[in-house]
């Protein structure tokens, strides 16, 4: 049967995203094969489109879904035919009416989570899975300690804010307008700092935090934010740089961890989190827990036709997005 999916023939803008016809076949061994009800939009897929994070060409986009499985290889038990499922997974293919595709990283999504709300939420739950209960200072952390989490009303940003609150963090989110600043507040950020208006923002941190600045920073702008970040670090602190949205992180001096008081830096990937099938069943138990209780609540901001996934990228690049958003195929 012919489908759907999205390609890039070549790195570039989002006119290159063309959607063409495609045979899916049936799944290998250890593969399945899954009907999407809805696909994720996510930062990483403009870094595959504009080459940032190279790809073998022509590429399909898309690391995140949510829809019912089809059919499944062999040597795959933890799936059936019929089951819903969702995913964060490589290799990139998730702009699709329906996609093989390897089984490891397919979670069973439990009846209560809704398929759009599952391909909002996967890449970036499981991702701020990782960085707040896995990516830890010395000593790890506990109620009361102060993080500093930079777009924190993106689709990552919303929901570390919430989880940051369940856990009882005090959360500095940093974002580019002060219509986001009050959402990130409104979604647990306990300080919000407008870093376009307000560019030297470790100086706040400073203010916030007595002098002390915070035990992590989480940083996913990368160039624009990297100095301020280290600034922002309280002794022994830990900066997991996790993106670049504003451009690659500088080369870095090692003296410098030294001089900013013997500070960590990690650049860490959801993909070495995912990479055994426990490893992926255990942080999506906690996302799906954490999302049935009520305490993280998934913002989708935008909903566009997986033919649109060019406008999509348009308005993730242009700073629009006030939370997650989906593709519709
Ligand atoms: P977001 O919805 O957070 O969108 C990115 C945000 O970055 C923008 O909304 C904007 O917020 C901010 N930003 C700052 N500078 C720029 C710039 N120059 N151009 C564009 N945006 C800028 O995206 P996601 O939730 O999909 O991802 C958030 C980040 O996390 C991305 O950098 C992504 O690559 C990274 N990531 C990393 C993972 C990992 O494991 N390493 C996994 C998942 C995501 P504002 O206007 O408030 O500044």
């Known amino acids: 049967m012919s489908e759907k999916a999205v390609f890039i023939e070549q790195p570039g803008g989002p006119e290159q995203l063309k959607l063409v016809e495609v045979e899916v076949g049936a799944p290998g061994p250890g593969e399945i094969r899954i009907r999407h009800v809805a696909c994720g939009l996510n930062y990483i897929d403009v870094y595959h489109r504009n080459g940032t994070y190279p790809l073998p060409l022509p590429a399909r986009l898309g690391m995140e879904g949510a829809g019912v499985v089809?059919?499944?290889?062999?040597?795959?038990?933890?799936?059936?035919?019929?089951?819903r499922a969702a995913y964060a997974s490589q290799p990139p293919g998730a702009y699709?009416?329906?996609?093989?595709?390897?089984?490891?990283?397919?979670?069973?999504?439990?009846?209560?989570?809704?398929f759009d709300t599952a391909a909002a939420m996967m890449l970036k739950g499981l991702t701020v899975q990782y960085l707040l209960r896995k990516t830890l200072p010395q000593g790890g952390l506990q109620a009361g300690d102060f993080v500093l989490f930079h777009a924190a009303a993106g689709g990552v940003g919303l929901i570390a804010c919430q989880w940051a609150r369940a856990l009882g963090l005090q959360l500095i989110g940093t974002a580019g307008s002060d219509e986001k600043c009050a959402l990130a507040l409104e979604h647990g950020a306990t300080h919000a700092i407008n870093y376009r208006s307000q560019p030297d923002f470790a100086a706040q941190v400073r203010d916030i935090t007595g002098?002390?600045?915070?035990?992590?920073?989480?940083?996913?702008?990368?160039?624009?934010?990297?100095?301020?970040?280290?600034?922002?670090?309280?002794?022994?602190?830990?900066?997991?740089?996790?993106?670049?949205?504003?451009?690659?992180?500088?080369?870095?001096?090692?003296?410098?961890?030294?001089?900013?008081?013997?500070?960590?830096?990690?650049?860490?990937?959801?993909?070495?989190?995912?990479?055994?099938?426990?490893?992926?069943?255990?942080?999506?138990?906690?996302?799906?827990?954490?999302?049935?209780?009520?305490?993280?609540?998934?913002?989708?901001?935008?909903?566009?036709?997986?033919?649109?996934?060019?406008?999509?990228?348009?308005?993730?690049?242009?700073?629009?997005?006030?939370?997650?958003?989906?593709?519709?195929?």
């Open 96 to 114: 699709a009416t329906a996609r093989v595709m390897p089984a490891k990283a397919v979670l069973k999504l439990p009846n209560d989570i809704a």
């Open 211 to 329: 002098g002390r600045g915070v035990k992590v920073v989480y940083d996913s702008v990368g160039a624009d934010t990297w100095a301020g970040s280290l600034d922002s670090l309280a002794p022994f602190g830990l900066l997991a740089s996790f993106g670049g949205a504003s451009g690659p992180v500088p080369p870095i001096n090692i003296g410098t961890l030294a001089a900013k008081g013997s500070v960590y830096v990690t650049r860490p990937t959801l993909f070495t989190h995912l990479s055994t099938r426990e490893s992926a069943q255990a942080m999506g138990d906690e996302l799906f827990d954490i999302v049935r209780s009520g305490q993280v609540k998934v913002r989708i901001a935008g909903r566009y036709a997986l033919g649109d996934a060019a406008q999509a990228h348009r308005d993730l690049e242009a700073r629009q997005l006030l939370g997650s958003a989906v593709l519709l195929p």
């Open 70 to 83: 089809e059919a499944v290889g062999e040597g795959v038990t933890h799936l059936q035919v019929g089951d």
